[in-house]
């Protein structure tokens, strides 16, 4: 709520829903599986509709807001992809509102990916199918519908997945991504990155490699491109913690601190004026010429 560090967005209203369904937002596993399993609940697509009902019937949010930004980072992040067009159209699809989604480091997965220990081995075996499958059915994962339609009941589960379902989502998207997002290659695919060493270095490599294709294929891709969507992607190893509205990750545009670009400043200006017109205007891609991380600026400041 700070006009100085937060311009656009420090006078909005912020509804924050913490994350504690472990299912990434897409969960409707209630009740669970079977007796034997009867811990295991998960209601995050569920929280969401429950809150947007009550925030509706309390302050009338479909009637009365101009400007709506779904956002989250890391699982929420995940869950922004997933929920952007059933947001928008379960609520707002007959009115006026403005209504935007800015996913945070939730690009998973951002193409063919592998396990460290597999990728050493020479072993080319992609988990994406498996992941997508196994924790869409595990939660009962509600499915961006459009893209449930185009890939059919023995594939939609690929709609949990950013590199399967980015193409269908019809909502204006902002894409804020490491190139080398640190919870996917240490915490997901088990790369050890404290060991420091070539066969370490080449995993990381390879995943920065995946990452940038799969920015090219998605929203820098003809369908991302024709929206209008936006994108900040530096060359950092990290996952969350430096994109920040104060300070945060800086993008150099030339070798001049002039030119240094924050993702604070490229937010706001696409979501209150930015249209499909625009093209790739809102978009910005970390130009440090390295296969390795190389941007000097991934923390917040």
């Known amino acids: 709520d700070d006009p100085d560090s937060n311009p656009e967005f420090y006078s909005y209203n912020h509804v924050f829903m913490p994350y504690c369904t472990g299912d990434t937002w897409s969960g409707t596993r209630n009740p669970p599986l079977t007796p034997d399993h009867n811990d295991f609940y998960f209601a995050g697509h569920q929280n969401i509709n429950a809150t947007i009902a009550h925030l509706d019937e309390t302050v009338g949010i479909t009637s009365t807001a101009t400007d709506v930004l779904l956002s989250g980072s890391s699982a929420g992040g995940i869950g922004s992809f997933g929920n952007a067009d059933w947001f928008y159209e379960h609520y707002f699809d007959?009115?006026?509102v403005n209504v935007k989604a800015a996913p945070v480091s939730g690009?998973?997965?951002?193409?063919?990916?592998v396990f460290y220990e597999e990728f050493i081995a020479g072993i080319t075996?992609?988990?994406?199918?498996?992941?997508?499958e196994y924790l869409s059915w595990w939660f009962g994962t509600v499915f961006d519908e459009s893209c449930a339609a185009a890939l059919g009941p023995d594939d939609q589960h690929r709609c949990?997945?950013?590199s399967g379902l980015?193409?269908?989502?019809?909502?204006?998207?902002?894409?804020?991504e490491n190139r080398f997002d640190q919870n996917q290659i240490n915490d997901v695919l088990l790369c050890p990155t404290s060991r420091n060493n070539s066969r370490t270095d080449d995993f990381i490599a390879d995943f920065g490699a995946i990452m940038t294709q799969g920015l090219l294929d998605t929203v820098r891709g003809e369908r991302g491109v024709s929206k209008g969507d936006g994108l900040f992607s530096?060359?950092?190893?990290?996952?969350?913690?430096?994109?920040?509205?104060?300070?945060?990750?800086?993008?150099e545009l030339q070798d001049d601190a002039s030119t240094e670009v924050r993702l604070r400043d490229m937010l706001p200006k696409w979501f209150t004026d930015g249209t499909a017109d625009d093209?790739?205007?809102?978009?910005?891609?970390?130009?440090?010429?390295?296969?390795m991380p190389c941007n000097k600026h991934c923390y917040c400041q």
């Not at 690009?107 to 990916?113: A, H, R, S």
């Open 125 to 132: 075996t992609t988990i994406n199918d498996f992941a997508s």
């Open 94 to 96: 007959n009115t006026v």
């Open 160 to 162: 949990w997945d950013y």
């Open 166 to 176: 980015y193409n269908h989502i019809a909502s204006p998207i902002f894409v804020a």
């Open 234 to 251: 530096p060359s950092c190893f990290d996952h969350t913690s430096a994109f920040c509205m104060e300070g945060g990750q800086v993008i």
């Open 107 to 113: 690009t998973y997965f951002p193409g063919p990916v």
């Open 279 to 291: 093209g790739d205007a809102h978009q910005l891609v970390d130009t440090c010429e390295s296969d």
